[in-house]
């Protein structure tokens, strides 16, 4: 709440200041579904999320009928998600606000916890890493917006994620490598996760180049060390454990 | 390697590819590059479901099962601390 309510503060400064006409109920609306910035989508869904769970291991664990019916949320959504598509030619204004759309990988999560195996090998992932290309291609080719054809929400893109998940959970079991830097990204996550489109925007403004590999090379790397950066500055000026967690710093 | 440091790591590569993922906007793409951006966005698309998934694998499910369970504090701690006693 406190980071939606920034990214709304400033999108509402940044609208005064240009002369557009101030929608206070649309910067309501933006605040309370984290639409002020792309990613604030995430943590509404895992509060969602977050306030099903009890009753999700409860039910995963007592009624077999049930539990076996949770499966069938996620792809229900996505099939609304391609009909939508191809009806409207753009995405639903909500879809990404929704727990369904990913309910089949927090349940996924819950269930490999329980005991269920899932493991995939490289080839799989890259199988399924091309089928999800081809998918997307394809869908362009219809006429797909962009902003469904590149989508986390595909057909395609779930299964390359569920090969991604099960690769990972194989390697769990076996993997000695340690990599410090990854873990260092890994435990300033949250933090990094709302900080960084602040910070992209900054980069933008810095980096303006037509050859995409050096756009994309200069806007990332400096978006994500820049983050770091930020999280890590924080957890040092910020000393009370309570404030940097509610702003997700630790 | 302890489970901590795996599970660290690969949310240390989730969180850099949704990072990537953002930085891929404000180029435009009608002067080329759609199909390496389409590609490039497949592989760096499993990222919010891996959170999610990490998400659920780290619920306490021993604790919630036990009667002790404290709904308002697994709602107020957004399941964090509960979880990281579990990697």
Known sequence: MIWSLLYSGASLVSDIHHGVTVHWLEYAYRFVVGKSTTPLYYIVVLIQLTIITPWVVNISQRNKKISKLLWLITPFYLLYIYVWNFRAGVSPRLYETLFPAWFGFYYLGIKARCGLKLKCSGVGILIALVASCVEALALRTFGLSREFYTSQITIGSFLFSISVIGWLLKQSDTNTKKLKWLEKFGDCSYGIYYVHMAILTLAGKLVKCNNWYLYLGARFVLTAIGSLIIVLAGQRIIKSKSILRHIGFI | ?87
């Open chain 2, 1 to 87: 390697m302890d489970r901590r440091s795996y599970w660290q790591g690969i949310r240390g590569i989730s969180i850099l590819a949704v990072v990537m993922i953002h930085a891929l906007g404000g180029f435009d793409y009608s002067t080329g590059y759609g199909t390496e951006f389409i590609i490039l966005r497949q592989i760096i698309n499993f990222s919010v479901a891996t959170f999610v998934f990490m998400s659920g694998y780290f619920v306490p499910i021993e604790k919630m099962q036990a009667g002790h369970f404290d709904y308002i504090a697994w709602i107020l701690n957004r399941g964090g601390g509960d979880c990281a006693s579990h990697l």
